[in-house]
T-cell receptor
């Protein structure tokens, strides 16, 4: 079955530290990958997406992700986190068609001032 | 986000009663989805729609039904609410082309007592 997995459930960083959140997928063939962010008490918002082309994708708020096909990975990175990045981050993927997206279980990021 | 609204935002209901949640969009998108969010499970797809009167089941559809009689409205019904359906429910609309990806509503927090 198609799936997306996130192995880090809870990450705590100090402000200005670098961030990398792991995401692995199990889709065969064409895959579209996404990272969403959910700030406390809010709905999910799209950070960035990958469809094809350049494997390094840049999103909003200074986030980027790299698609590595050989590793089935799509890790999210940010060089220097801020307290306002405290949120839950969800990796997601689909194989096209009707856009049925499968979500990972999420990673809670806590940034300490 | 503007363009997609959910109602109600909060609801408390008793076990065994039917409940209907509403999702309304003004974007004229073909694809609409209902997800539930639970700690440790991320988001799980309940039902989705790819057009008026065209719906299909997701991975956790038991106990839920949906209807879409107009492009703009997608209703989720809990036929006989149970405590296991206590959750936060998110509606999403799926864009196409350069807007590919989900836009989420603000969610409905449902408590079944």
């Amino acid at each position: 079955a198609q799936s997306v997995s996130q192995h880090n459930h809870h990450v705590i960083l100090s402000e200005a530290a670098s961030l990398e959140l792991g995401c692995n997928y199990s889709y065969g063939g064409t895959v579209n990958l996404f990272w969403y962010v959910q700030y406390p008490g809010q709905h999910l918002q799209l950070l960035l997406k990958y469809f094809s082309g350049d494997p390094l994708v840049k999103g909003i708020k200074g986030f980027e992700a790299e698609f590595i096909k050989s590793k089935f990975s799509f890790n999210l990175r940010k060089p220097s986190v801020q307290w306002s990045d405290t949120a839950e981050y969800f990796c997601a993927g689909d194989s096209g068609g009707y856009q049925k997206v499968t979500f990972g279980t999420g990673t809670k990021l806590q940034v300490i001032p | 986000d503007a363009g997609i609204t959910q109602s109600p935002r909060h609801k408390v209901t008793e076990t065994g009663t039917p409940v209907t949640l509403r999702c309304h969009q003004t974007e004229n998108h073909r694809y609409m989805y209902w997800y539930r969010q639970d700690p440790g499970h991320g988001l799980r797809l309940i039902h989705y729609s790819y057009g008026v009167k065209d719906t299909d089941k997701g991975e956790v559809s038991d106990g839920y039904s949906v209807s879409r009689s107009k492009t703009e409205d997608f209703l989720l019904t809990l036929e006989s609410a149970t405590s296991s359906q206590t959750s936060v429910y998110f509606c999403a609309i799926g864009g196409t082309g350069v807007n590919y990806g989900y836009t989420f509503g603000s969610g409905t927090r449902l408590t079944v007592v």
